[in-house]
């Protein structure tokens, strides 16, 4: 019987090793592929987030930059404005209260608005009691040349309280018309009104005389009676449509 040599004695012995060796290796070699890919993944992943990262911070600063500042910095407070000048605003005041003036005087002149709401022109309303006091403040206080202070101001002060005082007496006004009248005080304050349209629009000269001779009866007893205050700018623009209304 023949024996084998001892190398293949040698071979046969080692063979289960060299098999768990190379299925070793192979799991290493498998272990270190899997590990580049999940490394390199990962390192793809960076990347993006790191662009991301650098994307948004380009749109805060240019956000900031729009806005007036730097990313990453308080923008600086603006220059506070300079005051305006006395003599403007005094001189801007007194443009104002003429305004007011002549919105107050071309009311108190149309007979047919101060009918329309008659509270305007009476001072035991209070909003128009108030207005009549502020407006005359501002016109004694009323210049031609640019005053001193503390008179300056005190006629702007009262240029701005007179100019509300108007708006609210108006609108309450508005608000009152004829609802603070008898029901026969209006019929006669309405038919005035009637009889001034019909002296103002009639074309027939005796018409128009009859109209405004009854509308001045009529108006003379509302005044009397205190239902209508009439002012006596009204009255004198209410006589000159009278001698116009006269024939020549």
């Not at 005094?90 to 107050?104: G, K, N, S, T, V």
């Amino acid at each position: 019987m023949q024996h084998a040599p001892p190398s293949r004695w040698l071979l046969l012995a080692a063979a289960p090793f060299i098999a768990v060796g190379a299925s070793l290796l192979a799991f290493l070699v498998f272990v270190t592929v899997i590990l580049g890919i999940v490394a390199s993944h990962g390192f793809l992943l960076l990347v993006a987030g790191l662009i991301g990262a650098a994307a948004v911070r380009r749109r805060h600063r240019r956000a900031a930059l729009r806005r007036g500042g730097a990313a990453g910095t308080v923008p600086l407070p603006a220059r506070p404005a300079a005051p305006p000048r006395p003599d403007l605003v005094w001189a801007r005041a007194r443009e104002r209260f003429h305004a007011l003036r002549a919105q107050y005087a071309a009311f108190e002149c149309n007979t047919m608005e101060v009918l329309r709401i008659p509270a305007l022109t009476d001072v035991s309303v209070a909003s128009t009691a108030r207005f009549v006091d502020a407006f005359a403040e501002a016109q004694a206080l009323e210049t031609d040349a640019l005053p001193p202070d503390p008179h300056r101001g005190l006629f702007v002060t009262a240029v701005d309280r007179a100019e509300r005082a108007w708006r609210a007496a108006l609108d309450a006004a508005e608000r009152i018309r004829l609802s603070g009248l008898s029901a026969v005080e209006r019929g006669t304050v309405e038919r005035v009104i009637k009889l001034l349209t019909t002296a103002r629009d009639s074309d027939s000269d005796p018409e128009r005389l009859a109209a405004y001779a009854r509308a001045r009866s009529e108006l003379a007893k509302l005044d009397r009676t205190g239902v209508i205050h009439l002012p006596r700018s009204a009255q004198a623009a209410l006589d000159a449509t009278g001698r116009g209304i006269l024939p020549a």
